[in-house]
Nanobody, 126 residues
Framework: QVHLVESGGGLVQAGGSLRLSCAAS????????MGWLRQAPGKEREFVAG????????YYGDSVKGRFTISRDYAENTLYLQMNDLKPEDTAVYYC???????????????????WGQGTQVTVSS
């Protein structure tokens, strides 16, 4: 069973930064491409970023490209999302997600993920 726990959300002013963390079991972390999704109030869940199981390849949604960076720490079994230059439209619940499809090298869309955590709220004030 995949167990993902997000942390690091909060309230920040526009232009500020936050770093989200996701703790995963060693089995999930070592073998799975992973990523981040988000869902704003009244909107559908959307893809934010994906990373290959070995960390060598990454992919970003257009709305966050150049501002967000996804990374993974194998010593800590933790996935990160560094978010810079935050905008009010980044306000959402952010979910850590894991991919179970062995044919996926790096997740690039919502449909690549099979499991996700409970989410952490990010609120950006203008």
């Amino acid at each position: 069973q995949v167990h993902l726990v997000e942390s690091g959300g909060g309230l920040v002013q526009a232009g500020g930064s936050l770093r989200l963390s996701c703790a995963a079991s060693a089995r999930t972390f070592m073998n799975s491409p992973m990523g981040w999704l988000r869902q704003a109030p009244g909107k559908e869940r959307e893809f934010v970023a994906g990373i290959s199981w070995n960390g060598y390849s990454t992919y970003y949604g257009d709305s966050v490209k150049g501002r967000f960076t996804i990374s993974r720490d194998y010593a800590e079994n933790t996935l990160y999302l560094q978010m810079n230059d935050l905008k009010p439209e980044d306000t959402a619940v952010y979910y850590c997600a894991a991919c179970a499809d062995t044919s996926v090298i790096v997740p690039v869309s919502l449909g690549d993920f099979a499991s996700w955590g409970q989410g952490t709220q990010v609120t950006v004030s203008s």
